[in-house]
């Protein structure tokens, strides 16, 4: 019962409702305001007045749809403004090796291996983040941690930071 009163909905408002929006908003904006709108008319459908004055009804409804897009708008550009006036975190100076090291990776093999490392996921979640398969991140993971090991002249496998016990000099 839902569904055919929501065509018919869609049918008598929805190019009235894109006019409406297209006079009031960036052209960019009107179909994703539009969507919004049919969406809260979806939710609403046993609140829809009946067809006959259904119109000025569904209007308040992209009214409402429009001023919180305008709003989420403007929260995405203070945000933007107040990223663009933050300092970039420094480097600190007793990493400046490791910093180094990881430059010489490319892009997204040191975004694996900073997700692995710094934020603690798995393949698997580090996958999810980043859109490649598990299998995929795992060998770009264990490929970038050789070559880490290599510039930082770890070849060893020696954790940083702990020395290697030589043999015959065990306690």
């Known amino acids: 019962m839902r569904e055919p009163r929501f065509e018919a909905l869609v049918r008598a408002v929805g190019v009235p409702l894109h006019r409406y929006l297209v006079r009031r908003t960036d052209p960019a904006a009107v179909d994703d305001v539009l969507a919004e709108t049919m969406l809260v008319l979806w939710r609403r459908i046993d ?96 490929r970038a941690k050789k070559k880490l090991a290599v510039q930082l002249d770890r070849k060893n496998g020696a954790t940083a930071g702990q020395e290697q016990v030589k043999r015959g000099s065990e306690l």
Do not use: K, Q
């Open 47 to 142: 609140d829809v007045p009946h067809l006959d004055d259904v119109l000025p009804w569904c209007y308040g409804v992209a009214r409402g749809c429009l001023a919180n897009a305008r709003r989420a708008e403007r929260r995405r550009l203070r945000l933007v403004d107040r990223l663009s006036r933050t300092e970039p975190v420094a480097e600190p100076a007793e990493h400046i090796e490791l910093y180094d090291a990881l430059r010489t990776l490319g892009e997204l093999d040191r975004e694996v291996v900073m997700l692995w490392a710094w934020e603690g996921l798995a393949p698997r979640a580090i996958a999810e983040v980043i859109g490649l398969t598990p299998n995929a991140v795992s060998i770009r993971l264990h």
